[in-house]
């Protein structure tokens, strides 16, 4: 018990999940991970209590207080343990990170699940179109940066790379190669796959694929 | 020493302008208001918000900060004065979620509100209730707004839900803030629009009023 009663609520696809688990090993910071079972049924007790607005993974709890919202999650964990900060030292270079987080969050994952949900040649076509503009934005921002956060992986990062196990998928179903189109973008990701944290801790792309086209047989897509 | 030059563009009726209104005025922080014309976005406005082209902006010093939620957080880590996040982490990380939840669930509902038809509208005001029902279990009851009449960021961030939610009521003549459903939300509410900050930062009720009812009679899709 005590500042190191850590545990995160988690399930395996979810790429918010990945995040939080990305940020606790960059942190070093030891945690108990307990998964949900049930993909397609019902939810654990747990869960329910611990995040009953929103009923959904991950939630973290310290000392079994809940903290919901991978962002928040990670932006709590890196006041609570501050060394090896992920967010910038300054004000404005923090509102930069917190803004372009808040934009990661609102576009990235509802763009690219618009992909594979698509239901004609059409709308894979305009889903992708989108897509593409997000990750133009994304070029833009990052330049000739290693990372987001400059030289030095941080918040932005995470958020972002937790978000990119599922882009295999995009690709696929999308058919396209974001390496074509922003080779800046796809390099950053290799590069970040290089560290410990990213790689230990994402899904592998492959599986995410296969759950990907379990959704779309479920919704007649297959 | 050098004079902080601080800017707002905004627009009067925008409820996130309003946020950053009453955080630089708790703090005592000069600023320029520009008001901005949505329909022929200033050059100045697409400079410094490329991504959304949206109101508010703050600039300081000549560089800018968007989207209100991101901007109160610049604004307490810059003026330290009338601190508005809490200092406590876990509190801080609930402050944040409520006022997400607040723009994730009300901003969509109320869009819906502005647009619906007379045979649709209690359902949607159905909707907006167990929103605000949800809401209201934010509140701690051992801390209430009204002990040392101290604003906070929650405060900042979520009291233009009970002020459009009135506005909307006023315009669809629908019940929103029942004292049966969100009876210590409707009273949160209130204590807050008495602070004197709130009160000089809120746009004028009539005038939103007869903005939105505007806006509604523009927007309303037909009936089936």
Known sequence: ??????????????????????????????????????????????????NPVHKQVPVLLHEDKPIAESANIIAYLDEVFPDKPLLPECAYGRSRARFWADYINRKVHPAGGAIWNAKDKDEVEAAKKNFLEIMMYLDGTLGDKDYFNGDTFGFVDILLIGLSSWFPAYEKFGDFKLEDHYPKLAAWIARSHARESVSESLTNPEKIINFVIMMRKMYGLE | MTQDKVKLFGVWQSPFVLRVKCALKLKGVEYEYVEDDLLNKSSMLLQYNLVYKKVPVLV?????????????????????????????????????????????KFVPV???????????????????????????????????????????????????????????EKILDVKLLDDDNSPLLN???????????????????????????NFHEQHMTVDD
């Not at chain 2, 009273?187 to 903005?211: G, N, Q, S, T």
């Open chain 2, 60 to 104: 300081h010093n000549g560089k800018p900060i968007v989207e209100s939620l991101v901007i109160l957080e610049y604004i307490d880590e810059v003026w330290k004065n009338h601190s508005l996040l809490p200092e406590d982490p876990l509190e801080k990380a609930r402050s944040r979620f409520w006022a997400k939840f607040v723009d994730d």
């Open chain 2, 110 to 168: 109320i869009s819906k509100m502005l647009r619906v038809t007379p045979a649709h509208k209690e359902n949607v005001a159905k909707d907006a209730r167990e929103i605000l029902k949800t809401l209201e279990s934010c509140l701690n009851p051992d801390v209430q707004f009204s002990e040392g009449n101290k604003l906070t960021y929650m405060d900042i961030a979520i009291v233009w839900v009970g002020y459009y939610a009135q506005i909307l």
């Open chain 2, 187 to 213: 009273k949160w509410f209130k204590d807050v629009f008495d602070h004197e900050v709130i009160r000089e930062c809120l746009p004028p009720f009539d005038k939103l009023v007869a903005h939105y009812t």
């Open chain 1, 1 to 50: 018990m005590g500042k190191d009663d850590l545990k995160l609520l988690s399930m395996w696809a979810s790429p918010f999940c990945m995040r939080v688990k990305v940020a606790l090993a960059e942190k070093q910071i030891p945690y108990e991970e307990i998964m949900e079972q049930d993909l397609m049924g019902g939810k654990s007790e747990l869960l329910l209590k611990s």
